[in-house]
């Protein structure tokens, strides 16, 4: 059953205090009936019975409702049943005991009581009082029937003086009234001594009836003058049916005391014949006053237990909501004792957590918004960073940390960091950096390490600082493009000013030589002519070499001018080839893809990138005869990107041991002749169209050189 | 006590039933043999021919001064008076009285012995209210337990078997019907 609804409770209420007054006036109306012997609502008895008995089974069932109502609580372990029924159980430990006491004593003192209100010690005296009464009645009625036998004496002597000898026994006897009656009833004759009696009442036909068949009768008479006896007699010798009359005053002090003593016996044998009737009746009522008490008991008990737990029970009702997460309760404050203290306490406290929650929810919000803001920023970072606790296990990472492990380092988060070392080697200096560290306790350094890649050594700057939380955030930055791109602007000024400063006097040097050679030699002697024509050859020989230099050096240095237009990839590589075609040197092999795109290029550079991987191969394999050289065209698809790719193989002796992307660099040759300038200008030039050049071993021995271009680049 | 306690839930529990059923008829006790309404003058009046078994226990209540009272109830007529019988006993002169009552009237008959007057009662002629005659349908006599003593009428009420005493109803007969 679900909790009652308002207007059932309020109803159950009704009826129980209805039923409380109906069986509370049906007792008080029992308790002020019960001495007497009889009333004008006596017919509504057995209404009144019947309405005390329902009420008391509205109380019962008010009661056995409210009893079942705790077992179910009891069993569902609602809170505050238990502490109802330790209070039920108090209060009617404390209630009954008085009552069921009161109710034993009330029975006993009832019994004895009635039993000495109703004492049977004086029914004798009353019995023997009323012998008394009726000896003096009997003498009485003795008298007046003697004095009757005078007045028929007096009748029978004066037979036709009936009336007058009435008259004359009248006085004589001391009669209150004489008539003498026909055999039909009719008045023959009548004497009374006060008007009052002047009115005969004929004998009852049972009186005639005892009569006729005892020839007297004798009774005595209550009437309205007071008592008589009256004598009935039949006229002596007379076969006519005729019969007197005879009424005969008893003295008032005896009438008044027979009638007391006659009253006295009646009620005592009625009391004597009642008593047990009474006891029942009376503790009849005093078992509905008892059951009253108990049931009053019963259901104050229960309005009691419920009044002091259900502050209780919606305290732990809201104390539970509130552990469940439902801060917004709020109780009732009704009371203003120790229970309306503790609900008080209890609203403010919900009220405290509600803002405590509100302003936890902001804050977490706030923190998201900045963590999201944070994940953004790192997700969009070029640095690799890396959050460790304080065992060194991973926390965060970011999407460059991902890519310069080259794995998803999500799937390391709670392991320890040289879990990771153990998975790529090549990571490992990486590693052993940032958990050397730890162990260190440094809270702020920075560390530059060199990875050792396949094409090139990769530089990186860790940057460690400590968290609060006693961790670290580590911050990776790759500093290889940077680092060459400052080796490469040096290079670019050592070029520059070679250009500038070096190129300018070789001019007038070379021609200070010949023109030394033009005007000297003819007037030398042939030694010294000898000498001046190889020292003079040497310096114009040399300033040429120079002049090579330093020209090759200012095409390093050039500023990138690209003029940019779609080129046909095949067809310039054709024509740079044809112009060695008849170089016995070389054995060439075209290999060129059909039907490429056309990359938008500066044709004229991508001639000199040709010229310099051709002229590279040559020097490289200077040794050789013939060298073999293979030039190839293909179209490349990398991840969605299309790119162009121009390789120049040869079979020669391959790349140098420990050959990386420095050898890219100005000035990194193993050539006995060249500038060392060849592949660091063919580098800049693939860099300067957005692609790249890359240089490998063949499987089958000599070195690949191939330009990656970006196809569709503007 | 013990005894007193389970008298009373005795009490308690015929009382229920007690309530259910104590307007129900006693034919066995209580027989209306013969009743017809008839008229003298403008005065009419009730004659029953009844046979009433009274209790040992309702004449022992009688012989200690405790009235018995019969009601006559004349089914139709809402009349406040109705007829009654009063049996009485009086000590002082050992005479048991049988008073008839009927629209503000009274008789009474005094009786030596106890006997004569329940013979007396077997036949009874109780005066009405005028207009009885035309309304009455049935007429039925009851023991009147409400007229008992206070003490005496919870008991009484619950004591069928000692103080239940009525009749079934009884069609009134025609007056001239023999």
């Known amino acids: 059953m679900s909790r009652l609804q308002p207007w059932a409770r309020r109803l159950g209420t009704a009826s129980a205090a209805l039923a409380l007054l109906v069986l509370l006036f049906s007792a008080m109306y029992l308790a002020a009936d019960a001495e007497g012997f009889g009333n004008d609502y006596a017919r509504y008895y057995p209404m009144v019975f019947a309405a005390a008995a329902l009420a008391l089974l509205l109380l019962a069932v008010a009661i056995g409702s409210r009893l079942w109502k705790l077992r179910r609580q009891l069993n569902e372990r609602t809170p505050g049943a238990r502490t109802t029924r330790r209070l039920l159980i108090l209060l009617l430990v404390l209630a009954l005991p008085p009552v069921l006491l009161t109710y034993g004593f009330s029975v006993r003192f009832i019994e004895a009581t009635v039993d000495t209100w109703l004492r049977a010690n004086n029914v004798p005296a009353l019995e023997d009082a009323l012998a008394i009464a009726r000896q003096a009645l009997q003498e009485h009625e003795a008298q007046a029937n003697q004095r009757t036998e005078q007045v028929l004496a007096r009748l029978g002597e004066a037979p036709l003086g009936e009336a007058l000898a009435l008259e004359d026994a009248l006085d004589e006897v001391q009669a209150a009234q004489l008539v003498l009656f026909e055999a039909d009833g009719r008045v023959a004759a009548l004497a009374a001594s006060e008007p009052a009696f002047l009115l005969p009442a004929p004998p009852e036909e049972d009186a005639l009836l005892a009569l006729r068949s005892a020839g007297r009768h004798v009774s005595l008479q209550r009437l309205a003058q007071g008592s008589f006896v009256r004598v009935l007699r039949k006229l002596p010798r007379d076969t006519s049916g005729r019969h007197v009359q005879a009424l005969f005053a008893v003295p008032v002090d005896y009438a008044e005391r027979s009638e007391r003593i006659e009253a006295a016996v009646f009620g005592t044998r009625q009391a004597g014949f009642l008593r047990e009737s009474l006891k029942a009746v009376f503790v009849l009522i005093l078992s509905f006053v008892v059951l009253i008490s108990v049931f009053l008991a019963v259901l104050i008990a229960f309005d009691l237990a419920r009044r002091v737990v259900a502050p209780i029970t919606r305290l732990a009702q809201a104390a539970r909501a509130v552990g469940e997460g439902q801060l917004g309760q709020e109780l009732p404050e009704v009371s203003n004792d120790e229970l309306g203290f503790l609900v008080r306490a209890f609203n403010q406290m919900t009220r405290e957590l509600q803002l405590t929650q509100a302003r936890a929810r902001t804050s977490a919000e706030e923190t998201e918004r900045q963590r999201a803001y944070l994940e953004s920023v790192l997700s969009r970072l070029s640095s690799a960073v890396l959050v460790l606790d304080r065992e060194g296990r991973l926390r965060g990472s970011n999407q460059a940390a991902d890519d310069l492990f080259g794995r998803r380092l999500a799937d390391y988060l709670g392991l320890p960091l040289a879990v990771l070392g153990e998975a790529t080697s090549l990571h490992q200096p990486i590693i052993d950096c940032v958990l050397q560290r730890l162990q260190d306790g440094a809270m702020e350094w920075r560390q530059e390490i060199s990875l050792a890649r396949e094409s090139e050594r990769q530089l990186l700057i860790l940057r460690g600082a400590g968290l609060p939380d006693a961790g670290q955030a580590i911050v990776i930055d790759d500093t290889t493009a940077i680092d060459r791109a400052r080796r490469d602007a040096a290079w670019s000024e050592v070029a520059r000013r070679l250009a500038h400063e070096v190129k300018n006097p070789l001019t007038p040097i070379q021609l200070a030589a010949e023109r030394l050679r033009r005007r000297v030699l003819p007037r030398l002697q042939p030694d010294d002519a000898e000498v001046l024509d190889r020292a003079t050859h040497t310096i114009v020989a040399q300033v040429d070499a120079l002049k090579t230099l330093v020209n090759a050096f200012g095409e390093y240095a050039r500023a990138p001018q690209l003029e940019l237009r779609p080129v046909n990839l095949n067809a310039l590589v054709d024509e740079v080839l044809d112009l060695y075609d008849n170089d016995p040197r070389l054995q060439l092999v075209r290999d060129l893809q059909t039907e490429l795109p056309n990359p938008r290029a500066d044709q004229g550079r991508l001639r000199q990138v040709l010229h310099n991987l051709v002229k590279n191969a040559q020097e490289a394999s200077a040794e050789r005869n013939v060298l073999q050289l293979l030039v190839r065209t293909r179209l490349r698809d990398d991840a969605g990107r299309q790119w162009l790719d121009l390789s120049v193989e040869d079979d020669g002796p391959g790349l140098p041991t420990g050959f990386d992307a420095s050898w890219f660099e100005p000035y990194r040759t193993t050539k006995a002749k060249g500038t060392g300038l060849g592949l660091a200008i063919v580098r800049k030039i693939a860099e300067e169209h957005g692609g790249q050049l890359l240089a490998e071993n063949r499987t089958e021995g000599g070195a690949r050189f191939i330009l990656r271009l970006p196809v569709g680049l503007g | ?178």
């Open chain 2, 1 to 178: 006590m013990r005894a007193l306690i389970s008298r009373l839930v005795a009490l308690c529990c015929s009382l229920a039933l007690c309530l259910l059923g104590c307007s129900a008829a006693t034919p066995e006790r209580a027989e209306i043999l013969h009743a017809q309404i008839g008229a003298d003058g403008a005065r009419e009046t009730l004659e029953v021919e009844q046979h009433l078994r009274f209790s040992a226990i309702m004449l022992e209540a009688l012989s200690n001064g405790i009235a018995l009272h019969l009601r006559y109830e004349l089914d139709g007529c809402d009349d406040p008076q109705a007829p009654r019988v009063v049996l009485t006993y009086s000590p002082l002169t050992d005479e048991y009285e049988l008073q008839r009552v009927g629209a503000g009237e009274s008789s009474q008959r005094r009786f030596a012995r106890r006997s004569a007057m329940l013979a007396a009662l077997r036949r009874v002629r109780l005066p009405v209210t005028a207009g009885s005659r035309d309304c009455a349908d049935n007429v039925r006599v009851s023991f009147d337990l409400a007229a008992l003593p206070t003490p005496l009428r919870l008991p009484a009420l619950i004591d069928r078997a000692d103080w239940a005493l009525q009749s079934a109803p009884f069609a009134l007969l025609e007056a001239n019907t023999p």
